[in-house]
């Protein structure tokens, strides 16, 4: 049985396509969904890949994920700058963590500069797009592998 890895994407995710295009782009989450299974499936994993606005859900995720997962993917969105609970989570989990970001955060509001998340991720990748999604599963598969 293939390797697991959890990707868990955080609140408005579902709204991709519509939600500010010129920010987010057209992409669709079941477009980078499929782009992410079919990722996994060429690095050998297979692809848990969730969604919800609540963040609690996301908290019992990543407690789901530290069980029974190799790594984790999280685009924790708006949760990126408010949720210490999703912190505790990541950092209890004790799995690899790449934190990801459609759009460059850093270039946005100043309230979207500090994240919550990236003191226990292993890395952030923030500003490709759908394409960073692919880049963490790379990431991860390296970091598994190791």
Known sequence: MPASIFILNGPNLNRLGTREPET???????DIEAQCRATGQRLGFDIVFR????E???VDWIQEAGDEAQGLVI???AYTHTS???????????IPT??????NVFSREPFR???YVSPVAAGVICGFGAKGYDLALEALAGMVRA
């Open 56 to 58: 609690g859900t996301l």
């Open 24 to 30: 987010y782009g057209r992409t669709t989450l079941a």
């Open 98 to 103: 790449v934190e990801v970001h459609l759009s």
């Open 113 to 115: 500069h500090h994240s």
């Open 51 to 54: 969604q919800s606005n609540a």
């Open 84 to 94: 210490v609970a999703i912190h505790d989570a990541i950092r209890t989990a004790a």
């Open 75 to 77: 685009n924790p969105a």
